[in-house]
């Protein structure tokens, strides 16, 4: 008899729903035992062992099979409920390893909002409202289905969403999500949005010759970079239809997508406007201002103290897939995740 089989699960059970994540049913769960709220269902969790901070990060281990008995699931089932299920696309291994089965550290932190986003025309239109893991993946912001802006704070009390709220429609000030206007974002904005997703998805390399995690790995580095420069940003988000009050984390990503998607020409684009900005300094991101580049030699590689001509000029000849590949590493930090 298995583990899971020698334990009584809970009494009332719902079954996942597509593309849900672990807090979504553990909230759902949660009102179908006719609990206030959902602390009880995480207390019981607890007593086996700890929980991580965000609920869709829970790894494999004791609590996630005990958690499984308690729903009649598989370990399978629940896990994939959680970010390691992106693990094949997202997370880094050494050149010739299999791909990851697990999310560390580093690649959630880099990957995954500790916001806890909606789409309110998902949630409206849902016979049974619940919330997907998508949409804490940092890099796809929009609503892939509606094309609009993820809303990520109450429009009302301007408080994050809460995820130990109980009812997923409506904020601890009684707003309801789907009264909130939903915000769309421009066709382009919309294409890049699903680009990526199909990338997370394995739909096709995002960049040819480059395995999914290193390209998301260097996305997020253009990201970073392109988050400290207001004026291509400024850009990027008249195209997508956003402006940079408020949703500056949103353009920044999308903006690394347009890198991405017509490259290598929109990042010598780039190039262009990032080395007319100060870069004796970090950023606020604590990520300095030079960009990761591979160069032949050492003495080649472009720094905080190159010029501008010089960095284009090296950053045209050195810049390829093969170099960014081999540039990004298990283990290598890049970009302080804030939202
Ligand atoms: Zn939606
Ligand atoms: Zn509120």
């Known amino acids: 008899m298995r583990h899971q089989d020698c334990l009584r699960p809970f009494p009332a059970r719902v079954p996942p729903l597509p ?22 269902v995480l207390a ?30 598989s370990s399978e089932t629940v896990s994939s409920l959680t970010v390691h299920c992106c693990a094949p696309a997202l997370a880094l291994v050494a050149a010739g390893r299999q791909p990851a089965r697990i999310c560390d550290s580093r690649t959630i932190l880099r990957c995954f909002s500790s916001a806890w986003p909606v789409c309110r025309l998902c949630l409206a239109e849902d016979e049974i409202p619940y919330e997907r893991l998508i949409w804490s993946f940092r890099p796809v912001p929009i609503c892939v289905e509606h094309g609009c802006v993820l809303v990520r704070q109450c429009p009302t009390c301007r408080q994050r969403l809460r995820e130990d709220r109980l009812d997923v429609l409506r904020c601890r000030c009684g707003q309801r999500y789907s009264d ?37 790995w260097w996305m997020d580095r253009m990201a970073a970079a ?11 988000g008249q195209r997508v239809g956003l402006t940079l009050d408020g949703y500056h984390d949103e353009i920044a990503w999308l903006a690394a997508a347009e890198i991405v998607q017509d490259w290598p020409q929109q990042f010598f684009g780039f190039l262009d406007v990032f080395q007319q900005i ?25 720094s905080s103290n190159s010029s501008p001509s010089g960095f284009r000029k090296v950053g045209r000849a050195t810049i ?4 960014i590949a081999n540039r990004c590493r298990p283990g290598k930090s890049s970009r302080k995740a804030t939202a």
Do not use: C
């Open 19 to 40: 593309g849900e994540s672990l807090a979504s049913l553990i909230r759902r769960t949660a009102a179908a035992m006719g609990y206030e709220n959902v602390g009880r």
């Open 44 to 73: 019981l969790l607890r007593e086996r062992g700890p929980l991580p901070p965000h609920l869709n990060d829970l790894g494999p281990g004791r609590v996630l099979h005990y958690l499984a008995a308690l729903l009649r699931q």
């Open 180 to 216: 909130v206007e939903p915000l769309v974002v421009s066709s382009h904005g919309l294409a890049l949005a699903r680009r990526l997703h199909q990338g997370l998805l394995g739909g096709g390399p995002l960049l040819s010759g480059m395995p999914a995690a290193a390209s998301f």
């Open 226 to 236: 392109t988050d400290e420069t207001p004026d291509w940003l400024t850009e990027v």
């Open 278 to 302: 100060d870069k004796h300094r970090n950023t606020a991101t604590g990520v300095g201002r030079r960009l990761p580049i591979t160069s032949p030699s050492p003495t080649a590689r472009p």
């Open 320 to 323: 390829s897939s093969a170099s």
